[in-house]
């Protein structure tokens, strides 16, 4: 069974841009959840998609925002970069949303905002 | 909110030694989970505990949930270079996932 993938793998952008990035958990897997990660804040929650649904969000400003669709497969959107948003973005599925599921980890997309 | 405290945040060892790292929560949590993320690579699941007292054994690895669900620790022991990474402990909390901040491991071979 592949794993999860996430596309694009590197990114650079400016400030004020906008960046959409993609998901696609394993198949079967019906949650998603987003995370960012920076050496300074370690791995920080972003938002839980179920079955089209956000399910849960974390203290993420509103220019983060995301979405699901009918196949799981998942983007999240930043706007108005700023240098700060420049973090290692994790996104993992799992087969049910819940306490006691088991989290799958794609790669990662890799974000420098300059 | 809800937060979980883990400790040491940076751990050197010499191969061969024993390593431990501790979460700790100001709250009661419903469960634990365990993941270690290699340098360069992403967070891979290694244990869930869910019960008082809880003790799991993965080979050279102990994961241990506290009586009152307040606390759980990771030991390695003997370690080896292929255990060099981050551990994390994660737990949902109200509306959301929480991790620790991680405990990075390196190894003196």
Redesign the interface.
Known sequence: KAGVTQTPRYLIKTRGQQVTLSCSPISGHRSVSWYQQTPGQGLQFLFEYFSETQRNKGNFPGRFSGRQFSNSRSEMNVSTLELGDSALYLCASSLLAGETAEQYFGPGTRLTVT | GQQVMQIPQYQHVQEGEDFTTYCNSSTTL??I?W?KQRPG?????LI?L?KSGEVKKQKRLTFQFGEAKKNSSLHITATQTTDVGTY?C?F?GA????????TRLTINP
């Not at chain 2, 690579?41 to 699941?45: A, D, K, S």
Request: net charge positive; proline share 5%; glycine share 14%.
């Open positions: 419903s469960n989970q993941y690579g992403h967070p891979v699941f869930q869910v994390f994660l949902r509306q959301k996932l929480v991790f620790g901040q991680g």
